[in-house]
């Protein structure tokens, strides 16, 4: 009787085990799937124009960390968006945003996106296009998840010339 009792709880504790284990795994695929999907939507809304849903995407404490630069990173969601949106007569649309090479990884409440963006913009004066630009750049972005939505959290990216590939 004492073994059958001491066998019953080893196994409901080994079953408790993998169930905690499971459903692990099934929040960590959720996480990835909802990450993938708020960093195609913050694409789309660069594609859109609509930096209201861009900055959406940011926490208030985004650290935006640009390439080759000797200054302080830019620091606040209220600095990115006057760097990225300034007011001015000038856009900068961007007509195609793609990202390749994918990898996330979550836990918990943070996790991490990277891989290769390209980027395509031109220069937009008095309602007239003109200079068209595309950029390469590796990034990785650490995301944090704030009121069960995740967010960027800290961008940093390394700029390529247009023939690099990964």
């Excluded at 196994?11 to 990450?35: W, Y």
């Excluded at 789309?44 to 200054?71: H, M, Y």
């Excluded at 001015?88 to 991490?112: C, H, L, R, T």
């Excluded at 220069?123 to 296009?129: M, Q």
Aim: include cysteine.
């Amino acid at each position: 009787m004492k073994n059958r009792i001491l066998n019953i709880l080893l196994f409901s504790i080994v079953l408790l085990t993998f169930n905690s284990c499971k459903n692990t795994n099934e929040n960590e695929t959720s996480d990835i799937h909802d990450i993938k999907q708020m960093m195609q939507d913050y694409r789309q809304a660069w594609r859109n124009g609509d930096s209201t849903s861009v900055l959406d995407k940011l926490t208030t404490e985004i650290i935006l960390f640009q390439p080759g630069k000797t200054e302080k990173p830019i620091l606040s969601k209220n600095n990115v968006s006057g760097f990225w949106f300034p007011k001015s007569d000038i856009k900068y649309p961007i007509i195609q945003y793609e990202v390749e090479n994918e990898e996330i990884v979550s836990s918990g409440n943070i996790a991490y996106y990277q891989g290769l963006s390209k980027l395509t913009w031109c220069t937009l004066e008095n309602n007239i296009g003109h200079d068209t630009t595309q950029s390469i750049s590796e990034f990785t972005n650490i995301l944090k998840k704030e009121g069960g939505k995740w967010k960027i959290h800290r961008i940093m990216y390394n700029l390529k010339d247009s023939k690099y590939n990964r």
